[in-house]
């Protein structure tokens, strides 16, 4: 059975900085993407940032290119989110995303932007 355990969620004021981490555990074999998603208040789960392992490339989504980054300790399974000059229209819940094949999600984590 596959674990994905988040932390770094919390409340921050607009143009802070927030990190989010999640690690993989269990019986996950060669992790093709890792990333993260977000459900904002009235939204769609949608894609924010997903890091392809086999190409080396990650794919971010507009509203956040520029201030977020995506790096990940594959060894350890391990990917993180920095989350740069966070605006409001972030606020949402934030799930890691892990995909072998199987898709498997974390139980997600609330960011809130507010002043």
């Known amino acids: 059975q596959v674990q994905l355990v988040e932390s770094g969620g919390g409340l921050v004021q607009p143009g802070g900085s927030l990190k989010l981490s999640c690690a993989a555990s269990?019986?996950?074999?060669?992790?093709?993407?890792m990333g993260w998603y977000r459900e904002g208040p009235g939204n769609q789960r949608e894609s924010v940032a997903v890091?392809?392992?086999?190409?080396?490339?990650?794919k971010y989504a507009d509203a956040v290119k520029g201030r977020f980054t995506l790096s990940t300790d594959s060894a350890k399974k391990i990917v993180f989110l920095q989350m740069n000059s966070l605006k409001p229209e972030d606020t949402a819940v934030y799930y890691c995303?892990?995909?072998?094949?199987?898709?498997?999600w974390g139980q997600g984590t609330q960011v809130t932007v507010s002043s």
């Open positions: 995303y892990v995909s072998d094949g199987y898709d498997y």
């Open positions: 269990g019986s996950i074999s060669s992790i093709y993407f």
């Open positions: 890091h392809m392992t086999s190409g080396n490339v990650t």
